[in-house]
């Protein structure tokens, strides 16, 4: 897949350009973010997209850091960094969330962004077997992870961006009030008007939510289209 500013290489990559992907990169609130990080950054796709709009936006100030358990992975987001016009401004690591939350970055991130597997490992009808199926487990990275690492790894005014099935929403309420961190705003995504969301976009913070926004999302819809028009040619 192309965008206007770059090229996103995924072709020596299992973890290919999806929906979602271009979804909470387009969505996620990148006001502010001086310092961002992608979990599971797979082709670095959402880390290239929160590149492009803090550029668009005027600041050449951000850091974005991308980690992903997958070496391969890992490599090929470099790779797709370094090809950007934010080469200096990114940095992808091969390592494991756990490990990079033990390593001393407290309070470092003003933005985490996280498009987390989708299925609970054991419960899922999806063969099992490949890399891509894999990655749509929580067997090694559950949600409960991503929220206590985020409530470590944010600064305090920082927030969490992820992008799950509607079928996780009491999931991820559980891990909200397993970690005290609260909803702020969330998009309910549709793929077709008459259909009941399917996805949903959250924003989290630390602390309880005085207000939670919520809006909705058609795929395919003149607000899809003006959402994620800066990315596509």
């Not at 390593?103 to 891509?132: L, M, W």
Request: hydrophobic residues 45%; negative net charge; charged residues 25%.
């Amino acid at each position: 897949m192309r965008f206007k500013q770059f090229s996103v290489d995924d072709s020596r990559c299992a973890m290919k350009v999806g929906t979602d992907g271009i979804l909470l990169g387009a969505w996620v609130s990148c006001e502010g973010a001086g310092r961002l990080l992608d979990i599971g950054t797979g082709s670095g796709l959402i880390a290239l997209m929160a590149a492009q709009r803090c550029a668009a936006g005027g600041d050449r100030r951000f850091m974005i850091t991308a980690i992903d358990i997958d070496a391969d992975a890992a490599a090929q987001a470099a790779d797709n960094f370094a090809a950007s016009p934010w080469a200096d401004c990114m940095t992808a690591l091969p390592v494991s969330l756990g490990d990079f939350a033990a390593a001393g970055h407290d309070g470092e991130f003003d933005v985490i962004v996280c498009n987390p597997p989708y299925y609970i490992a054991g419960k899922s009808i999806i063969p099992t077997g490949t890399q891509r199926t894999a990655a749509r487990r929580d067997a090694d990275l559950t949600l409960d992870d991503v929220l206590q690492a985020a409530a470590k790894l944010l600064a305090p005014d920082g927030r969490l961006a992820l992008i799950l099935p509607t079928a996780r929403e009491a999931d991820l309420m559980a891990a909200c009030d397993k970690t005290g961190m609260g909803i702020i705003r969330r998009c309910l995504v549709r793929t077709t008007p008459r259909k009941a969301p399917s996805r949903m976009l959250v924003e989290i913070t630390r602390g309880r939510a005085s207000e939670n926004i919520e809006t909705s999302l058609t795929i395919g819809s003149e607000e899809f289209k003006i959402m994620t028009g800066d990315f596509y040619l």
